[in-house]
């Protein structure tokens, strides 16, 4: 028999063990000296980088539209501590710098989470969606991506609307599991993040324009179905379906128009968690 770990004893070892790890990344900021951003302005800078909004009430599978409900609460709380953010050269974002602890007496509700690969609940859950929409704007600025956590090789729900390529999304869990980016340009740059009814919406805001623009695509995308493999959790699975697909991000010179670089930022070979439908052609392996 396999033995526990120690955060597998209990609730309370788990509770523990996250602790731990909260403390250790207070202490690791501390002794780096990070110099985060923090400067907010109501004003935005004139030149507008990307624009992107985000579905909030998204039907994941058969997950309880409640925590679709709270989450919507629970974006409303987070953005204020973003929005206006102004990103200086040299300084670092970090979401959980800014957002901070998400507890009920704030106001948070349970959301959906992700634990152990697969759908949970917890208060603040959701935030997910923030940092995701975030990325995506990073992604096509000079920006430099320092810290990005996916969802451990998982294809958790069936698209649902889906605009942007699978895998490019984050995972963040207080606070040692972050997003952050790190302004190393010249340039100046802002977020602009609010909610409407429907949507969570965000801009990419800098000082002067930028050298490049970026286009982020995806390429031989498909679904496999393929032996079991010892030790993966799959072992006894008459065959296990996977999602595949390669994300690139073509390096676009703004003056003549023409790709100066195709970076492969993502290879996905994700284990599909739900029943695919019909209408999805599955290869055999």
Not at 57 to 67: A, K
Not at 240 to 267: F, H, M
């Given at each position: 028999?396999?033995?526990?770990?120690f955060c597998e004893i209990s609730p309370l070892t788990y509770r523990l063990s996250m602790e731990k790890e909260i403390l250790k990344r207070h202490l690791k900021d501390f002794l780096q000296g990070t110099h985060f951003a923090k400067e907010r302005s109501e004003s935005s800078l004139p030149v507008l980088v990307y624009r992107h909004n985000s579905l909030i009430r998204?039907?994941?599978?058969?997950?309880?539209?409640?925590?679709?409900?709270?989450?919507?609460?629970?974006?409303?709380?987070?953005?204020?501590?973003?929005?206006?953010?102004?990103?200086?050269?040299?300084?670092?974002?970090?979401?959980?710098?800014?957002?901070?602890?998400?507890?009920?007496?704030?106001?948070?509700?349970?959301?959906?989470?992700?634990?152990?690969?697969?759908?949970?609940?917890?208060?603040?859950?959701?935030?997910?969606?923030?940092?995701?929409?975030?990325?995506?704007?990073?992604?096509?600025?000079?920006?430099?991506?320092?810290?990005?956590?996916?969802?451990?090789?998982?294809?958790?729900?069936?698209?649902?609307?889906?605009?942007?390529?699978?895998?490019?999304?984050?995972?963040?869990?207080?606070?040692?599991?972050?997003?952050?980016?790190?302004?190393?340009?010249?340039?100046?740059?802002?977020?602009?993040?609010?909610?409407?009814?429907?949507?969570?919406?965000?801009?990419?805001?800098?000082?002067?324009?930028?050298?490049?623009?970026f286009h982020i695509h995806a390429e031989d995308e498909y679904f496999s179905r393929e032996r079991p493999r010892v030790g993966d959790g799959t072992s006894g699975m008459e065959g296990v379906?996977?999602?595949?697909?390669?994300?690139?991000?073509?390096?676009?010179?703004?003056?003549?128009?023409?790709?100066?670089?195709?970076?492969?930022?993502?290879?996905?070979?994700?284990?599909?968690?739900?029943?695919?439908?019909?209408?999805?052609?599955?290869?055999?392996?």
């Amino acid at each position: 028999m396999k033995r526990k770990l120690f955060c597998e004893i209990s609730p309370l070892t788990y509770r523990l063990s996250m602790e731990k790890e909260i403390l250790k990344r207070h202490l690791k900021d501390f002794l780096q000296g990070t110099h985060f951003a923090k400067e907010r302005s109501e004003s935005s800078l004139p030149v507008l980088v990307y624009r992107h909004n985000s579905l909030i009430r998204r039907r994941l599978g058969n997950v309880n539209m409640q925590l679709q409900e709270n989450k919507a609460t629970n974006l409303a709380l987070a953005v204020p501590h973003i929005n206006g953010l102004i990103i200086r050269p040299g300084e670092t974002f970090s979401v959980w710098k800014l957002v901070g602890r998400t507890t009920k007496r704030k106001g948070y509700k349970e959301g959906l989470t992700i634990a152990k690969g697969q759908p949970n609940q917890g208060i603040g859950g959701g935030l997910c969606q923030l940092s995701n929409l975030i990325h995506w704007l990073i992604l096509h600025s000079e920006l430099t991506i320092t810290e990005h956590h996916h969802h451990d090789g998982l294809d958790l729900f069936p698209d649902f609307g889906r605009q942007i390529p699978f895998g490019t999304g984050t995972s963040i869990s207080y606070n040692y599991i972050d997003y952050r980016f790190k302004n190393e340009t010249n340039n100046i740059y802002q977020l602009r993040l609010w909610v409407d009814d429907e949507y969570l919406c965000g801009e990419l805001r800098a000082k002067e324009m930028q050298r490049h623009t970026f286009h982020i695509h995806a390429e031989d995308e498909y679904f496999s179905r393929e032996r079991p493999r010892v030790g993966d959790g799959t072992s006894g699975m008459e065959g296990v379906i996977y999602r595949n697909g390669k994300v690139y991000r073509d390096v676009i010179d703004r003056t003549t128009g023409r790709c100066v670089e195709s970076q492969l930022i993502r290879t996905n070979h994700a284990r599909v968690m739900y029943e695919c439908p019909p209408s999805i052609v599955i290869q055999d392996k």
